[in-house]
């Protein structure tokens, strides 16, 4: 059983930037799993923003190209989601997923809200 820990949420205005940060109980990419980062508006599907692969392949949605970075320290378990130049659009709740040993597991989610 693996535990997310997410943080780093909260009210930012347009423009600004936040960073995310989600720490795993247990060795992830040491496993070659995978960790990365979804986003949930109310009566909306659970989306990928970006994903991490052990081997440091990425993942972005096209919607946050060019603006989110996702990273990860392998020592501490931990994955990191830098977000600028946010938008209004990208307020949502957050929620950090991983994937290992064929199993997966979800964070409980962080709020990000971006004032116009």
């Known amino acids: 059983q693996v535990q997310l820990v997410e943080s780093g949420g909260g009210l930012v205005q347009a423009g600004g930037s936040l960073r995310l940060s989600c720490a795993a109980s247990?060795?992830?990419?040491?496993?070659?799993?995978?960790m990365g980062w979804y986003r949930q508006g109310p009566g909306n599907e659970r989306d990928l923003v970006a994903r991490?692969?052990?081997?440091?392949?990425?993942k972005y949605a096209d919607s946050v190209k060019g603006r989110f970075i996702i990273s990860g320290d392998n020592a501490k378990n931990t994955v990191y989601l830098q977000m600028n130049s946010l938008k209004a659009e990208d307020t949502d709740v957050y929620y950090c997923y991983a994937y290992v040993l064929n199993y997966g597991y979800w964070g409980q989610g962080t709020q990000v809200t971006v004032s116009s």
């Open positions: 247990g060795s992830i990419f040491g496993y070659n799993g995978v």
């Open positions: 991490l692969r052990s081997d440091g392949t990425t």
